[in-house]
């Protein structure tokens, strides 16, 4: 086994299986559905990324806590934003952008 290899209980370690092209990072979408950045986001979505891990919605109207939570983390209640392993991205353009890189 090679020495960077760490193994933990039940499998792999997240750096080893990164380097396996098998891990992606939680992703999470706050959107609200009158907004056209976060359509455009969603409408690429729809077509680029079937069979990809999935992208959790969590939209700040119809959930005012997922609106809280946008604030406080994020600084901002602007949408589209991008929760990369719980790490705030906002821009539609840079979500798309990012999103097409892990392709
Ligand atoms: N440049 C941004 C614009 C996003 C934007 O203006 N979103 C509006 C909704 S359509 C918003 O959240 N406004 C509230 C705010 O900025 O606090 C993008 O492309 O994502």
Request: net charge negative; glycine share 8%.
């Amino acid at each position: 086994m090679p020495p960077e290899t760490v193994v933990v209980s039940g499998g792999v370690c997240r750096f080893e299986a990164f380097e396996m092209g098998a891990v992606m990072p939680e992703l999470v979408l706050y959107k609200k559905d009158s907004c056209p950045y976060c359509q455009r986001v969603m409408r690429w979505i729809d077509a680029e990324w079937a069979g990809r891990a999935p992208i959790a919605y969590r939209d700040i109207v119809t959930e005012p806590a997922a609106a809280e939570e946008l604030v406080r983390v994020g600084g901002k209640r602007q949408v589209p934003c991008l929760f990369v392993d719980g790490t705030p991205m906002y821009e539609s353009g840079d979500i798309v952008a990012y999103l097409a890189s892990l392709e």
